[in-house]
């Protein structure tokens, strides 16, 4: 039997994004506007993993701070971020829930400032870790993950 392997050259200077849940690729490819940047990158979709099945994975060839990672958490809170330098990983991260979040998420109620103010950022707040809910700055509207 002819195994498929997929071989994705190292890089240089970046960050790996591992243990993304398999299909969210895509969607952190988006909101980091990876698609605006010149830097090379890998996206790795339903790699086998032995702790989760299948995961995605991101490599990003660019001056590490160049990213904002903290939003991370808000997509998957079990993402490994790798810091690559010299071809070589000299820090490991987890993402975990960030406490704010700005324009990503939207408020859904009608009376709130920012149904009104177009031009206004919705930002939430984390309320709840444990139930991973956030509310609205101005309004307190919850929005909840699950």
Known sequence: MVEN???VGSITEGIVLDHIQA???MDIYKYLKLDKLDYCVAIIKNAKSNKMGK???LKIECPIDYIDLDILGFFDHNITVNIIKDHKIIDKKRSSLPKK???MI?????R???SIEQGLDHVFVL???KREIYRCKYCEGKYERH
Do not use: E, V
């Not at 939207?106 to 009608?110: A, E, F, L, M, S």
């Open 5 to 7: 392997t997929l071989n």
């Open 23 to 25: 299909g969210r690729s």
């Open 55 to 57: 995961k995605d994975i």
């Open 101 to 103: 979040i700005t324009n």
């Open 106 to 110: 939207r408020c859904k109620n009608p």
């Open 112 to 114: 709130c400032i920012t």
């Open 127 to 129: 309320t709840d870790p």
